[in-house]
């Protein structure tokens, strides 16, 4: 059977970034597969992100393929160095990629809290103990503009997180990024919801943690990101502000359902904050990376 590969006009473009698309159709014109792929900036030039996916029924007649040939150039094109995508651990497109020349380099392990199972009073007790030279702060939506320059400086948290094998490279966070970041949530409809940690010393920020909640207030939460800077780091500041992110989302949002968030397998230090606060493994993925 052959296929078409037409491109698509997708429209996530940005500052920060542009996203091309393709879709595969059979001589009738019924879709079969589409591939996706992201083309990065602001310190990942390098880098382009697929997410390739095709129907099942159309599996394994060369769909996946042709959509990868067609996103592998297009990165080469673009001067990219590299091509990362994630599959689920042992599934079709992650036994797809490895026979591509894709390489496995990081493995990201899965969490799920169910808010009605929280224990409250061990949760409580981690928000009230006391962690001397900091506070807690949070807000809704984007930074607040007295904090917004030390809010992007603790960005930098996030710059020697574990990525095992993968040519990840530095983001590059400014103002800008950060208050465009928050609006790209809330312009679909979400809410994004920051706690912090702040250095009562000078005011700045030593740590922060990001969540984000469906619009409708329901289903699943999505943490964002944790991070601590490392002149911070070994204060138990991490467990502190994601307890609060928590006891935050139960309060405000009594008919959500779960948090879900993903770590490194790697990331040690981070497996044990989310272990230690209820959060159990669901699946695990694999990104590879094509080097070209």
């Not at 001589?27 to 095709?54: C, K, M, Y």
């Not at 099942?56 to 001067?79: F, H, I, Y």
């Not at 948290?157 to 400014?174: E, K, Q, R, S, Y």
């Not at 044990?272 to 606060?277: E, F, K, R, S, T």
Request: with cysteine; glycine share 10%; net charge negative.
């Amino acid at each position: 059977m052959s296929f078409r590969i037409t491109p698509l006009t997708d429209p996530a473009h940005g500052p920060r970034g542009r996203r091309l698309a393709w879709l595969a159709s059979d001589a009738d014109s019924i879709p079969a597969g589409t591939a996706f792929l992201r083309l990065f900036d602001g310190g990942q030039e390098h880098l382009a992100e697929l997410d390739l996916r095709v129907h099942p029924a159309e599996r394994r007649k060369g769909v996946g393929s042709r959509l990868l040939d067609s996103a592998v150039a297009t990165a080469r094109d673009n001067a990219r160095r590299c091509v990362v995508a994630q599959a689920e651990a042992g599934s079709p497109g992650d036994h797809f990629l490895a026979a591509r020349g894709f390489r496995k380099v990081l493995a990201l392990r899965y969490t799920r809290l169910p808010l009605a199972d929280v224990d409250t009073a061990v949760l409580t007790e981690i928000i009230e103990r006391p962690h001397s030279g900091y506070r807690l702060m949070s807000w809704q939506g984007i930074v607040p503009d007295d904090l917004a320059e030390t809010f992007a400086a603790s960005r930098h948290a996030m710059d020697d997180m574990p990525m095992d094998d993968t040519d990840h490279g530095i983001v590059t966070w400014d103002v800008d990024r950060v208050r465009a970041a928050a609006k790209a949530v809330e312009q679909r409809g979400d809410h994004l919801h920051t706690v912090v940690a702040i250095d009562t010393s000078n005011g700045s920020i030593a740590g922060f943690t990001e969540l984000v909640i469906p619009g409708n207030g329901t289903g699943d939460g999505q943490h964002y990101g944790t991070g601590v800077l490392p002149g911070h780091r070994g204060h138990g500041l991490g467990r502190w502000m994601k307890a609060e992110s928590i006891r935050q989302a139960r309060r405000d949002y009594p008919d959500l359902s779960d948090l879900l968030t993903d770590t490194a397998d790697s990331n040690t230090h981070m497996r044990q904050v989310n272990d230690g606060l209820g959060y159990t493994p669901t699946h695990t993925t694999h990104q590879h990376q094509l080097d070209l």
